[in-house]
């Protein structure tokens, strides 16, 4: 059972950048794929970048070319890099892991980002 514990999520205007960070423990953490997700209230979760051990990343959309996805195996942790944000990046945003062989998935608890002057 992996844990997924996130922190650094705040307040931040339009235009700033935030970072956030996630603790991962309970599992081996180079067999899994990790990243974030975000979800706004009453609408589906949405992808916002994950990466493999290997290093291959993959962002949504909407985030791509502002976002930075990276982990550090070292100390089992993934972080997210948000610049230019703007108010649509107002979410939840989970951290997430994936077993590369079994698919399973394990979520944090989420932490808030608000965008807003």
């Known amino acids: 059972q992996v844990q997924l514990v996130e922190s650094g999520g705040g307040l931040v205007q339009p235009g700033g950048s935030l970072r956030l960070s996630c603790l991962a423990s309970g599992g081996f953490y180079k067999l899994y794929t990790v990243g974030w997700y975000r979800q706004v209230l009453g609408k589906s979760r949405q992808l916002v970048g994950t990466?493999?051990?290997?290093?291959?990343?993959n962002y949504g959309t909407s985030v791509k070319d502002r976002f930075t996805v990276s982990r550090h195996n070292a100390n089992n942790t993934v972080a997210l890099e948000m610049n230019r944000l703007n108010p649509e990046d107002t979410a939840v945003y989970y951290c997430?892991?994936?077993?590369?062989?079994?698919?399973?998935?394990?979520w944090g608890q989420g932490t808030p980002v608000t965008v807003s002057s």
């Open positions: 990466i493999s051990n290997s290093g291959t990343a």
């Open positions: 997430y892991a994936r077993h590369d062989i079994t698919a399973r998935q394990f």
